[in-house]
């Protein structure tokens, strides 16, 4: 299993960048995906994760300018980042919690798209 994430980039402050996930490989089923993100000097810090059954959680430092969204059929995740502020300057890693052909659940992490806010 293979987790690819794209969409970061350099964007000035008030701005928004659309960052996917594509999992791929061999597995049973998705039951959720998320992003993390991580800043320079910090830790690893959730975002906003989505569920199978369309549970949604954002955190609430992003929440009103974040959303998660998902496409099962492409198993595929997106962060839509709106109005976005220097300090959501990080590294975003996507992750999957997957049950694989073994019916074993299983954690899988992209290896992360840079996103930089400019002020």
């Known amino acids: 299993v293979q987790l690819q994430a794209s969409g970061g980039g350099l964007v000035q402050a008030g701005g928004s960048l659309r960052l996917s996930c594509v999992v791929s490989g061999k597995f049973f089923s998705i039951n959720d995906m998320g992003w993390y993100r991580q800043a320079p000097g910090k830790q690893r810090e959730l975002v906003a994760t989505q569920s199978s059954g369309d549970n949604v959680k954002i955190r609430n430092y992003v929440k009103g300018r974040f959303t998660i969204s998902g496409d099962n059929a492409k198993n595929t995740v997106y962060l839509q980042m709106n109005s976005l502020i220097p300090e959501d300057t990080a590294v975003y890693y996507c992750?999957?919690?997957?049950?694989?052909?073994?019916?074993?659940?299983?954690?899988?992490w992209g290896k992360g798209t840079l996103v930089t806010v400019s002020s």
């Open positions: 992750y999957a919690d997957v049950m694989d052909m073994d019916y074993e659940h299983e954690y899988y």
